[in-house]
């Protein structure tokens, strides 16, 4: 069974950084492309970053270019995501996404909390 634990959330001031991370196990991670969203208040969930398998291919949201950094280890079976700059406006439910490259299989995570405060 694959399971997607997230770490690392919590409460932070604007201007401050947390790193989120997620542990992946029952699946081979390195054959899956491996992604960040997140769901604010009364919002719809949205892509926050993505990664391809190897690590050498990454994708974010306007919203968080230049502030959030997205890395794996696949070694380590996990994906990061570093959150610097934080604003108000990332405050949300931060879920962590796994779709396999070949068998185009889906996982989520249960999702880590992360509250920005001004």
């Known amino acids: 069974q694959v399971q997607l634990v997230e770490s690392g959330g919590g409460l932070v001031q604007a201007g401050g950084s947390l790193r989120l991370s997620c542990a992946a196990s029952g699946t081979i991670f390195s054959r899956n492309d491996m992604g960040w969203y997140r769901q604010g208040p009364g919002k719809q969930r949205e892509l926050v970053a993505t990664?391809?398998?190897?690590?050498?291919?990454?994708n974010y949201a306007d919203s968080v270019k230049g502030r959030f950094t997205i890395s794996r280890d696949n070694a380590k079976n996990t994906v990061y995501l570093q959150m610097n700059s934080l604003k108000p406006e990332d405050t949300g439910v931060y879920y962590c996404?796994?779709?396999?490259?070949?068998?185009?299989?889906?996982?989520w995570g249960q999702g880590t909390q992360v509250t920005v405060s001004s």
């Open positions: 990664i391809s398998t190897g690590g050498g291919g990454t």
């Open positions: 996404h796994a779709r396999h490259l070949f068998l185009s299989l889906d996982y």
